[in-house]
């Protein structure tokens, strides 16, 4: 699978701010890029995803924007909430048939009330 | 949705036994299954990758005698842990896709195994 650098490890916001997680990725045939949240002692769970025929897709707080020269793309959430606490992952590679799914290291983000 | 089902949430066994870890897509049928292996605090690294009817891939460093991966239909995979030793306790996560051309992939809900 791909291999994506994420960044940073942690992050540390104030309920009402923005956050943003960012990715790197090396292999410019991947056209897939799926976010995940993982909340303690569960499975990560899909959030949103981007292919890379889009620079950006929205989902109510939660956007992600895609670029394909730099290779790199980015979590936004805006006005957090502290049930926004959670792990989350990114992940990259090529979509179809023959996609495995490979995260990041992931990014602790807490949210403070 | 798409659901993905992970049986036992916890499991608590004795060195030496043998623990299977079940992964149900409840919704649709899925042609590819991973499982999954998370240290506390670290990613998830892939195990192994399985197709309905055929055998498993398994990722490099992982031992294919000791997980045991069946994929029989298209809406079960399972995961043996044999012979289970402490350094096998992890959360154990499966992960389940249509396959063909769809990408996405879901996740049951992990199994936390405990060896004593």
């Known amino acids: 699978g791909e291999n994506v650098e994420q960044h940073p490890s942690t992050l540390s916001v104030q309920e009402g701010d923005s956050a943003v997680i960012k990715c790197t990725y090396s292999?410019?045939?991947?056209?897939?890029f799926p976010w995940y949240k993982q909340e303690l002692g569960k499975g990560p769970q899909l959030i949103i995803d981007i292919r890379s025929n889009v620079g950006e897709k929205k989902d109510q707080r939660i956007a992600v924007t895609l670029n394909k020269t730099a290779k790199h793309f980015s979590l936004h959430i805006t006005e957090t909430q502290p049930e926004d606490s959670a792990v989350y992952f990114c992940?990259?590679?090529?979509?179809?048939?023959?996609?495995?799914?490979?995260f990041g290291r992931g990014t602790s983000l807490i949210v403070h009330p | 949705g798409a659901v993905v089902s992970q049986h036992p949430s916890r499991v608590i066994c004795k060195s030496g036994t043998s623990v299977k870890i079940e992964c149900r897509s409840l919704?649709?049928?899925?042609?590819?299954m991973f499982w999954y292996r998370q240290f506390p605090k670290q990613s998830l690294m892939l195990m192994a990758t399985s197709n309905e009817g055929s055998k498993a891939t398994y990722e490099q460093g992982v031992e294919k005698d000791k997980f045991l991966i069946n994929h029989a239909s298209l809406t079960l995979s399972t995961l043996t842990v044999t012979s289970a030793h402490p350094e096998d306790s992890s959360f154990y996560i499966c992960s389940a896709s249509r396959g063909g051309l769809a990408t996405e992939a879901f996740f049951g809900q992990g199994t936390r195994l405990t060896v004593v």
């Open positions: 292999d410019s045939a991947s056209n897939y």
């Open positions: 919704d649709f049928q899925a042609t590819t």
């Open positions: 992940g990259g590679g090529r979509g179809g048939g023959s996609y495995i799914p490979t």
